[in-house]
Each structure stands twice: as C-alpha cells, then as structure tokens.
C-alpha cells in the first residue's frame, strides 16, 4: 500500500518555542492531506483539512494561528506548532488520501516541557 | 454534525475467541466506512466498506457494512494475543472525503 511518512517521530520542545512537523506521501500524489491530534486512550480528532495550494481548513475550536498548515505540495504538508505550551503535548497524525483510500502516518510524539 | 458511535468501548475475551465490533454512524453524504487497528502508533488500514452486504475478510478478520440502518460490524474469529488493540471506525464524507472517528473499542486478549 501507499507510504506516509512524518518527521520527526518524536520531539520534545520548551514551551514558548514553535515545533514543525513534516508529512510525506511517498509514493502517490496527495491532493488533501489531514491533520489529526490524538490524547491519550482518545480517539483521533480532526485538526484541519490541507488542499495543495489553497489555505486550511480548520474543524471548529482549532486555533488557525497556533497550528499553522502549509500544503506546499502534492507531496508535503507541514503543521508549525507556535509558541507551544504544555497542553499541546500529544501525538501528531497526518493521513494523505490518495483517490480511493485515506493512509496515516506513524505520527509525531510531541512533549512541551 | 458527522457521527460515529462504536461500542462496546473495551472488551476483554481469551483467546481463541471471537468477537464483534459494532459502528453506528450519521453522515452527511456518505462515501465509504473505513476499519483501523491502532497498537501503539499511527492507526493501520484494516478494510474500507462501501457497499451493504458485501462480506470483506482478511485473514481472521472479516466485516460488513449495512447502508440502510447505517452500521459496520467489524468479527475477529479465533483471536489471539496480538489482536490486542484499539479498533477504530471512520466514516468518509463530504467534498473532502473528511475522516469523521469514532471513540474505539479497546480490545483486550487473555492467554
């Protein structure tokens, strides 16, 4: 099946700094790439949606400017986490959908100290 | 709003048992129900349903999908230990084909 790929697989940051985080489709050509948070025994929850060239769309309560998206393209999308704080804390997924299926990255473990 | 309701929300059984995940869901312009395994990382693809009544099987696992009453049963036949996971249900709708999840059913195998 298709690949995914996100860096990095884990980051530990001080709060206050900003934490960029890559996904990669690997071998297939993403026209929208999503953007998910996962806490702890929880299930994923939708960040924002990323359209090659065009702004993101943010699902409801997501603060656009905390979590910057760029999907620069059809291969790479970046979510920029600024001015992190501890609460951002939690493990980071991208998916690339390709035209019948939706694949996942291994996610990125992120810690605010 | 999209909906995806799964239960049970944990299970514990031993193994060689079988067991039946259900997903109920609510969603605007429904384009297909997916099924994914989560052990300690990223979500793995496990089936993408479509059509009702048409049976997919992998292996042990095997699920189907109602379009009518809106649900997918996700069966594990004779489980074993490294069943043990999270199993999550997604429904693909809208424009985007945006993933809407349910909360998962935490999947436990006993030797």
């Known amino acids: 099946g298709a690949v995914v790929s996100q860096h990095p697989s884990r980051v530990i940051c001080k709060s206050g700094t900003s934490v960029k985080i890559e996904c990669r489709s690997l071998?297939?050509?993403?026209?929208?790439m999503f953007w998910y948070r996962q806490f702890p025994k929880k299930s994923l929850m939708l960040m924002a949606t990323?359209?090659?060239?065009?702004?993101?769309?943010?699902e409801q309560g997501v603060e656009k400017d905390k979590f910057l998206i760029n999907h620069a393209s059809l291969t790479l999308s970046t979510l920029t986490v600024t001015s992190a704080h501890p609460e951002d804390s939690s493990f980071y997924i991208c998916?690339?959908?390709?035209?019948?299926?939706?694949?996942f990255g291994p996610g990125t473990r992120l810690t605010v100290t | 709003e999209d909906k995806v309701v799964q239960s049970p929300l944990s299970l514990v059984v031993h193994e060689g048992d079988t067991v039946t995940l259900n997903c109920s869901y609510e969603v605007t312009n429904f384009r297909s129900l997916l099924w994914y395994k989560q052990e300690k990382k990223a979500p793995t693809f496990l089936f993408m349903l479509?059509?009702?009544?048409i049976e997919k099987k992998s292996g042990r696992l095997s699920s189907i999908l109602d379009k009518k009453e809106l649900f997918s049963i996700l069966n594990i036949t004779a489980t074993q230990t490294g069943d043990s996971a999270i199993y999550l249900c997604?429904?693909?709708?809208?424009?985007?084909?945006?993933?809407?999840f349910g909360k998962g059913t935490l999947l436990t195998v006993n030797p």
């Open positions: 479509t059509s009702s009544g």
């Open positions: 997604a429904v693909s709708g809208g424009s985007n084909y945006k993933l809407t």
């Open positions: 998916s690339a959908r390709s035209d019948t299926e939706q694949y």
């Open positions: 071998d297939f050509q993403a026209t929208t």
């Open positions: 990323s359209n090659e060239g065009s702004k993101a769309t943010y």
